[in-house]
C-alpha cells in the first residue's frame, strides 16, 4: 500500500462493478487503485435489482452470488484492505417491499439510499436531457424529487443517502433560490438519521459540481447530520477521484469528521486537512 497522509484517513464508499452494465474493470482493480492511494477503506456499492420496467443498468436479482464472490475475491488479493458490502439501493413509490426482500438477502456493511425516478421518468438517464430542456417549471420537479427523497428517509432502509442533488446532474437548476426545500427534506433526514453522501461524480456531469451544492451541506452541517463520502466510481481510474475537494466543500461547510460503516453501524472518524483556495465554495 502507498503510503499517503491525506487517503489514508478517507473511505470511499461508492464504486460500482460490471454487474450493473455500465461500469468497467472488476472489484480487484479497483481494490488494487484504492490500495494504490492509500485509501483507509473502500465499499462496493452495486445498484440493486428492481422490477423489469426500470431501467436495466444495474444488477440481477440472480447476480447476487457473483456480487458476493467478486467482492471477496478483491478482499483476498489485498487483505490489508477494508473492503465493505455495500448496496445502492433504489427508492421508488410503490416497490418498498421488492427493495426490502433483497436487502434482507445478504449481510451488508451499509445501504445506499438513491431516487434515480420521479413518477416514471428516469431523470438520471441521458434521454431525459431533452425533457429537462421542455420543463418549465424546474423547481417543481425539483419538489417531487425532493419529496421522494424524504419518503426515501422514512422507509429506514438506508444508512446514507447518495448524491443528494442528483436531479441537478444535467445542470438543469431553478432559478428560484432552494434552500427552503432542502432544508424540509434534511429536516426529514435528521428525523430519522441516515448520513448524507458527498458524491464527486457530479464534477465528471455536465453540472460540473459535487453532489450536494454547498448550500445544501451548510444546511446538513445546520442539522448534524453525518456525512459519507464517494466517488461512485464506474471505472478503477475514478476511485477516490476528487476527493480533495469534496474534503475541502466538507470543511468550508463546517465538517470535521465523516461516517464509516461496519455490518450497519456507524462510527465517525476526522476529516483530514486540506489547503482550500479562497473563494473556493460560495456558500
Known amino acids: 500500500m502507498t503510503t499517503n497522509k491525506f487517503y489514508g484517513a478517507l473511505a470511499d464508499y461508492h464504486m460500482h462493478?460490471?454487474?450493473c452494465l455500465h461500469a468497467e474493470g472488476e472489484p480487484v482493480e479497483y481494490a488494487r487503485q484504492a490500495d494504490e492511494l492509500g485509501l483507509a477503506e473502500i465499499g462496493f456499492s452495486e445498484h440493486c435489482p428492481?422490477?423489469?420496467h426500470f431501467d436495466t443498468l444495474r444488477m440481477k436479482s440472480g447476480d447476487l452470488t457473483s456480487y458476493l464472490a467478486k467482492i471477496e475475491e478483491a478482499r483476498k488479493a489485498f487483505p490489508s484492505l477494508k473492503i465493505r458490502?455495500?448496496?445502492e439501493a433504489e427508492f421508488a413509490e410503490g416497490e418498498e417491499d421488492h427493495v426490502k426482500r433483497f436487502l434482507d438477502r445478504a449481510?451488508?456493511?451499509y445501504v445506499l439510499g438513491s431516487v434515480h425516478y420521479i413518477r416514471e421518468w428516469n431523470f438520471d438517464a441521458p434521454e431525459a436531457v431533452s425533457r429537462w430542456k421542455e420543463s418549465r417549471d424546474l423547481f417543481g420537479q425539483w419538489k417531487l424529487y425532493f419529496d421522494l427523497w424524504k419518503k426515501a428517509a422514512r422507509t429506514g432502509f438506508y444508512d446514507s443517502l447518495s448524491h443528494p442533488d442528483l436531479v441537478k446532474k444535467f445542470g438543469f437548476i431553478p432559478s428560484e433560490r432552494c434552500d427552503e426545500l432542502f432544508r424540509d427534506a434534511l429536516a426529514v433526514v435528521a428525523e430519522k438519521g441516515p448520513a448524507v453522501e458527498i458524491n464527486t461524480a457530479g464534477l465528471r456531469k455536465p453540472v460540473k459540481e459535487i453532489y450536494p451544492s454547498g448550500n445544501f451541506l451548510r444546511i446538513a452541517k445546520n442539522f448534524d447530520i453525518p456525512i459519507s463520502l464517494g466517488s461512485d466510481a464506474h471505472a478503477p481510474g475514478e476511485v477516490g477521484m476528487n476527493f480533495r475537494e469534496?474534503?475541502?466543500l466538507a470543511r468550508a461547510c463546517g465538517y470535521t469528521q465523516y461516517a464509516r460503516f461496519n455490518q450497519r453501524k456507524r462510527t465517525l472518524h476526522p476529516l483530514p486537512e486540506v489547503e482550500q483556495k479562497t473563494?473556493?465554495?460560495?456558500l
Do not use: R
Request: proline share 11%; glycine share 10%.
Open 246 to 248: 469534496a474534503v475541502a
Open 50 to 52: 428492481m422490477p423489469s
Open 107 to 109: 449481510s451488508w456493511d
Open 279 to 282: 473563494g473556493e465554495w460560495e
Open 85 to 87: 458490502l455495500g448496496i
Open 17 to 19: 462493478t460490471p454487474l
